[in-house]
């Protein structure tokens, strides 16, 4: 197999620099605020009310990590962290509870294999996110990685972008069916134009989008913008950010907030003028480079073809949610399940000798659900592969279905988390895998999304069924609660936010979710599916008896009822935890 | 201040001192591990048989009915990844055997490098010896304790980072014992455990106490591995963390975090 040639995205002085901060730092010789600012623009969070140790973000732009990579995670987190890694909404690896003065040491060593985690987190840009598919997707008209790649590479470490009010992000989709471009500060969608007897290629840029205590779509800049103007067009909009957005008030100075006080065409207006200026300025040098080749691999002239034939159940049942056949004929990618993105060490070397078996890409994609997807992998391999995955314990089914439930961190290290939705998403994932509810068709393309608190970082107003937790008080005592939502989604060119239902104490949100399903599968039409259904409540259409929302919650609210608390004391208990429930949450780093 | 004359010993070194016969072999695996395959003129002392022997005298006696004497250079090795190793070297130089080193290979590692194993039941002459028990590689109870509220040096935890965060001795810091370990040796290499400890602001001339769980054998891997990256103002902790929380004593916790759930295991 060739080498694939890496990109560098590290700089060998800034682990010294971080050495130097921190010493300073224990000298009292830097302020707490501008320490902070420093290490956030480092990828360095404090971990749960413990200054002493932090979650470092490890940037991997678009997703794409190498098997050399995924070693150096595994040797890291046995080290410095807690023997796992996580794979977070933004195609990025964290490494949880490491000491703060371990991370110089920690980011020299991912220097060697050239990833960095500098605009990680803070008031940046950060991880430029892709569609695990994009290169792969029957419906993409071209690969945006390169693109994706050479946007990271423009943005990373430019004085444009090391101080905005907030953080900024940009996502790019395959294509129009499938995706996150429509809830990022800027989303693009790739598309080509026919234009003089040939072919244009460009994007269309959604901007203003988001997910938090106020949520926005993003919208349509214009019909298609030509390539040559991507460059321009993303200055164009994080400039304006950068001088118009509200500096004073960090609780809601997203771009998302500015964009909606300004009304979109306004908004618009103003961007297509600031690219106008942006052009005209730019100095002639500037291109976007386009970083890494579009992997193509010839077929396997013995190919047979005879992958679905093989194997027991259980293989069928993992090949159902777990493969997708690639545009290129004889090829699938195979999507591997994390429980809510925690990944052991050894199941990270696992994971890349596997890669560098089965896939001639030689690289592997981080996922925006907390997966890994593995592309190229000859469908003659696949029975084997799925063979050597269960002999490193990711051989779960469900990966591309309602089982594979996004769970933020929650209480397991985050300040502002009010609930453990972390753990709460792996329970849900076990139980619907242990029900064999992966196995219904109608479920393939629905989502359950939990978030700790109500700044989304789960994404739960996104999903089928998404919950957010808080804490709510029953006479007197504090019990751990979840406000569900349903029939949020974001595929592509198509998003719409989930609308609130109902509250769920915290232990009770897996019967909830089950008898959801039920209904659903008892009231379905033929061959409609979960999404679909919950559509037509929403709307008020639903099949008799689950007509709207209200009916839904009425069938619902029972299961959902808190006894007070010396009759239900369990209730009183959030997953994970011995002792009784207390919101404790301070004040949040996604804010530098 | 430990006075030992070499840390460890390569797989390739080792095979000049078997040549020469010029060693003494431990062999710290299960006695049925051994009679399967050991390396040529190991002999067998099961690590559950040291941890029996509780006391300086048992201990001695033992090593001595083996057949290893005070002047002996010893090399001891096993197949878990040289914890066990460690932990029976410690016990030799904790008795002022002072040369005794581990081999920086498993019993795995080694016959997988093509050498020789053999089948041959090496037992040795039983040895006259007195215990001569060097203090200052151990720490008791009270030590640590004084250790502690006197801020004189540094006490490890080298368990897993997630055993620490439930519970640690109050003063401990964190040093998880992989990062004396290496997957394709025993020892990682002295350059990187020196950069380590010195990025969390441990000196060659600070004093450091090591302990774990219960058995103290990752605390003397970590103790091996300290000495061998020029730390030699190390002290084990042996009675480990099992001990301080049975004698009732106080204990810090990181609270309001469920940071178990951020296990993949």
């Known amino acids: 197999m060739e080498r694939r040639p890496v990109t560098n995205w590290a700089r060998e002085e800034e682990p010294e620099r971080f050495a130097e901060m921190v010493k300073l730092y224990r000298q009292g010789k830097v302020s707490e605020d501008n320490f902070r600012r420093f290490r956030l623009q480092n990828g360095t969070y404090s971990s749960r009310f413990q200054s002493d140790f932090s979650m470092l973000r490890i940037k991997v732009p678009t997703g794409e990590a190498t098997p050399q990579q995924m070693r150096k995670v595994a040797d890291l987190c046995q080290i410095f962290s807690i023997g796992s890694a996580h794979v977070s909404t933004r195609q990025n690896f964290q490494l949880h509870w490491l000491q703060l003065d371990d991370v110089p040491e920690i980011l020299r060593e991912l220097s060697k294999v050239g990833l960095t985690s500098r605009e990680a987190c803070g008031n940046s840009i950060r991880n430029v996110i892709d569609s695990p598919l994009s290169g792969i997707c029957p419906f993409e008209h071209f690969d945006v990685t390169p693109y994706a790649k050479g946007l990271t590479k423009y943005f990373l470490r430019n004085p444009l972008n090391q101080n905005l009010p907030r953080k900024f992000k940009i996502n790019f989709s395959c294509c129009d069916q499938h995706g996150l471009a429509r809830i990022g500060d800027i989303g693009l969608i790739p598309k080509v134009i026919k234009e003089d007897g040939g072919e244009r290629k460009g994007f269309q840029i959604f901007l203003g989008g988001g997910l938090g205590a106020g949520s926005f779509v993003a919208e349509l800049l214009e019909e298609f913008t030509p390539e040559e103007d991507l460059i321009a067009s993303c200055v164009a909009v994080v400039r304006f950010y950068d001088r118009s957005g509200d500096r004073g008030k960090m609780h809601r100075n997203r771009m998302r907030y500015l964009v909606h006080d300004l009304g979109f065409e306004k908004f618009r207006t103003l961007i297509l003028d600031e690219r106008t200026i942006v052009k005209a300025t730019m100095p002639a040098g500037v291109k976007l480079e386009l970083i890494g080749q579009t992997s193509s691999f010839a077929q396997d002239p013995d190919y047979t073809g005879d992958a679905i034939m093989k194997g027991d159940d259980q293989y069928q049942g993992w090949f159902l949610n777990n493969v997708l056949p690639q545009k290129q004929k004889g090829f699938s990618s195979v999507t591997v399940t994390l429980p809510a993105g925690d990944v052991s060490a050894d199941q990270l070397v696992g994971l890349a000798e596997i890669c560098e078996n089965y896939s001639p890409e030689g690289v592997i994609r981080l996922t925006p659900n907390q997966n890994f997807v593995l592309r190229w992998v000859n469908e003659d391999d696949l029975f084997e592969v799925y063979g050597k995955l269960v002999g490193i314990g990711l051989g779960n089914r469900g990966a591309n279905s309602m089982a594979s439930t996004v769970g933020c961190s929650g209480t397991t290290s985050c300040n502002l988390a009010v609930t453990n939705s972390h753990r709460l998403a792996k329970e849900i994932q076990s139980k619907i895998l242990d029900m064999n509810l992966d196995l219904d068709h109608g479920l393939k393309t629905s989502s359950i999304k939990i978030s700790g608190c109500p700044n989304s970082c789960g994404q739960h107003e996104i999903a089928t069924l998404g919950f957010f937790g808080g804490a709510s008080r029953v006479e007197g005592a504090q019990a751990p609660t979840y406000q569900m939502l349903i029939g949020g989604k974001a595929n592509g060119s198509t998003a719409g936010l989930g609308t609130t239902l109902m509250r769920v104490p915290a232990k009770k949100v897996l019967d909830v979710i089950i008898k959801a399903i039920e209904l659903y599968r008892s009231s379905r039409e033929e061959k409609e599916n979960m999404v679909d259904w919950m559509d037509r409540v929403v709307r008020g259409d639903g099949p008799d008896g689950v007509r709207n929302s209200t009916d839904l919650k009425s069938h619902l609210e029972p299961l959902a009822a808190i006894p007070p608390v010396e009759l239900a004391p369990e209730a009183y208990v959030d997953w994970g935890n011995d002792e009784k429930f207390r919101a404790k949450t301070a004040k949040g780093e996604c804010a530098a | ?265």
Request: with cysteine; charged share 25%; hydrophobic share 35%.
């Open chain 2, 1 to 265: 201040m430990c006075g030992l004359s070499r840390v460890t010993v390569s797989p390739q070194e080792l095979q000049v001192m078997l040549e020469k016969r010029e060693i003494k072999i431990v062999d710290g695996r299960e006695r049925k591990e051994y009679d399967k395959g050991h390396i040529p003129q190991a002999i067998s002392i099961a690590i559950q048989e040291t941890i029996q022997a509780e006391n300086p005298d048992r201990l001695t006696e033992l090593f001595a009915s083996n057949g290893i004497s005070r002047n002996d250079a010893i090399v001891v090795y096993d197949d878990t990844f040289g914890a066990y190793a460690a932990r029976i070297a410690w016990n030799l130089a904790y008795l002022g055997y002072g040369n005794a080193s581990v081999l920086d290979a498993t019993f795995s590692m080694y016959r997988d490098l093509g050498y020789n194993v053999s089948t041959d039941d090496s037992s040795l002459p039983p040895q006259e010896a007195k215990p001569e028990v060097k203090e200052d590689v151990l720490a008791t109870i009270d030590y640590v304790e004084n250790f502690v509220s006197e801020h004189k040096g540094h006490l490890l935890d080298v368990r897993e980072r997630l055993n620490y965060l439930e519970s640690h001795i109050p003063g401990a810091s964190s040093v998880p014992w992989r990062t004396f370990s290496n997957n394709m040796k025993v020892f990682q290499d002295p350059g990187r455990v020196e950069q380590i400890l010195t990025g969390r602001g441990i000196s060659k001339d600070d004093e450091i106490i090591t302990y774990c769980g219960g058995a103290g054998t990752l605390s003397s891997l970590a103790f091996y591995g300290l000495l061998l990256a020029g730390y030699e103002k190390v002290r084990l902790y042996a009675k480990s963390f099992i001990e301080w929380r049975s004698l009732g004593r106080p204990v810090d916790s990181v609270k309001d975090a469920n940071y178990w759930d951020l296990s993949a295991d």
